[in-house]
């Protein structure tokens, strides 16, 4: 069998780990901000019900010395959260996963005080109605806030069964001659509106993650195509659609635009000196040093090889001439580590009126090929016009950089 090119395993791994950075930059992106969004939700909400728990907690008579001390304790729990939240003192995935342990803690003890401090299943179903049902709705969709879907469902399903298990014991132990139906049937008809509860808020949690993964990768796919994967600027279709957009802005509101086309001279003795490797690296640093030069209007991209362009928007042919030397001269003040100071001829062109993005590209590219011909490291402008003489072949002629 036919061995895989290694340039083409090249290619194909470097296009895998920009897929991996993007989804992994965008996930801890939204991490940070979660975090944040988390924070200041759960403080507002404790804090909302800070006053309703003290009113409770104050109003509660001296009967019932048990209640009192479980409820009192759930305050200073309560008030202890509200601290952690404030302070920052501790991550809020720790602080949330305590509040809800806390607060499933409470809901159970509570629970099994009202079934066996009451006399009766029946004489208890309204604060169960009321208190503890209510308190579970809230923890189940609190519970797809703080764990992923299937943790969250693991968590729902296990506090549900506990919760039917205590009250189905007592249910079942209260008359001689089996449990009351009335109370059976409103066991029924509370727990499968709770069961419903549990499933919609799972299957709403499971579609929404599933519609977040395939926006993810969608972008990073966009992205993966529109970027070079080697210096991780835009590339020559991303480029192309970009010039595209802007000579039709400039046609249509008169405004100035101009590109720059930038070649590395003498390139091909950097790869064959040093390698691959390094000279990947140098047209890294390349990009790296040319950014700072630019303008936040400014967009670099990789045209092939080591030519590169900028699109300069509100740039004059006196403006780009500026901008062209301040590229050159930062390129070739620049040092590679081991590898020798590379420089850059740079050829740049105004739009005019009727040009296309074509026409536009090969005047920018016959100026850079004058550079290299006038000897190279300069920047010479496209100042023959559109319509003007073409002296030198075009790249898509064969042409090669010519020697001086």
Known sequence: MRSADPKLLTIMDRGRALLFTVVTRGSSARTDSLDQVK????????????PAVLLVWLSMGPDGIVA?????????????????????????????????????????????????????????????????????TVLYVVAYLIFDSRTALRVSLAIFGLELFAVLAKALTEAPTGPNQAEIMW??????FMGAVIALIYTSSYLKEQLLRQRETAQAMHRLAHTDQLTGVANRRELYSELLKETEESERYERPLSIIFFDLDNFKSVNDTYGH???????????????????????????????????????????????????????????SGSAPTVTASLGFAQYEAGDTPETLIK?????????KILGRNRAVPADWGRGGPIFAPTRAEGRSEPSV
């Open 363 to 371: 005047r920018a590219d016959q100026a850079l090929y004058k550079a």
């Open 39 to 50: 924070r200041r939700a759960y403080l507002t909400a404790t804090l909302a019900g800070l």
């Open 68 to 136: 009192n001390t479980i409820f009192s304790l759930f305050v200073l729990f309560y008030l202890a959260c509200v601290l952690a939240l404030w302070s920052r003192a501790v991550s809020i995935a720790l602080a949330e996963r305590t509040m809800f342990l806390g607060v499933v803690l409470f809901t159970f003890i509570h629970l099994s005080y009202v079934l066996y401090a009451t006399g009766s299943l029946a004489g208890a179903r309204t604060t169960i109605t009321e208190v503890t049902y209510t308190t579970l």
């Open 187 to 192: 066991l029924l008809r509370m727990h499968a």
């Open 277 to 335: 490797d390094r000279g990947d690296g140098v047209l890294r640093e390349v990009v790296e040093a040319t950014e700072r030069v630019l303008r936040s209007t400014d967009r670099l991209g990789r045209w092939g090889g080591e030519e590169f362009v900028v699109l300069a928007p509100e740039t004059d042919l006196a403006e780009a001439s500026l901008l062209a030397e301040r590229l050159r001269a930062e390129i070739a003040n620049h040092h």
